[in-house]
């Protein structure tokens, strides 16, 4: 991925990378939009995205993982970390190796744990 490309497009942004990357994108996307079917594709940052309610999940490719990025609050960390604990976590962000399978059910919790925080936080919003 060149620092110059501009992607208008979830698909677009995919199909930049080889062919089994793609597979894997498009396995986390698929699993995303099942797990919150209400929420809206988006590129954000120049990144796949889901929305609703608010930012709810970034997911991206890079070299050797995928990448699966989270917006404050970070709560996700805390209430998933013995699920978490097989991969790489940084303060936003948990790597998935490519060389192993992709953990889809956690993707899956993992995407309804966040619209649940979202919604919670609208729901907070609107009694205001």
């Known amino acids: 991925m060149s620092e110059k490309t501009k992607f208008e497009t979830v698909d677009a942004y995919i199909g930049s990378f ?46 050797n993982h995928y990448s699966l990025s989270f917006p404050p609050p970070f709560r996700i960390f805390e209430a998933f970390q013995s699920e978490l604990a097989p991969y790489e976590v940084s303060k936003t962000t948990i790597q998935l190796p ?12 993992l995407a309804k744990y ?3 925080e979202n919604e919670e936080k609208a729901a907070k919003k609107k009694k205001k």
């Open 114 to 116: 966040r619209a649940r």
């Open 98 to 109: 490519m060389d192993r399978p992709l953990p889809l059910d956690l993707v899956s919790e």
């Open 18 to 63: 080889p062919q089994e990357v793609q597979a894997g994108l498009e396995q986390l996307r698929e699993t995303i939009r099942q797990a919150v079917p209400e929420a809206e594709e988006v590129i954000s940052y120049q990144l796949p995205a889901f929305q609703y309610h608010g930012m709810l999940i970034y997911y991206s490719a890079y070299k």
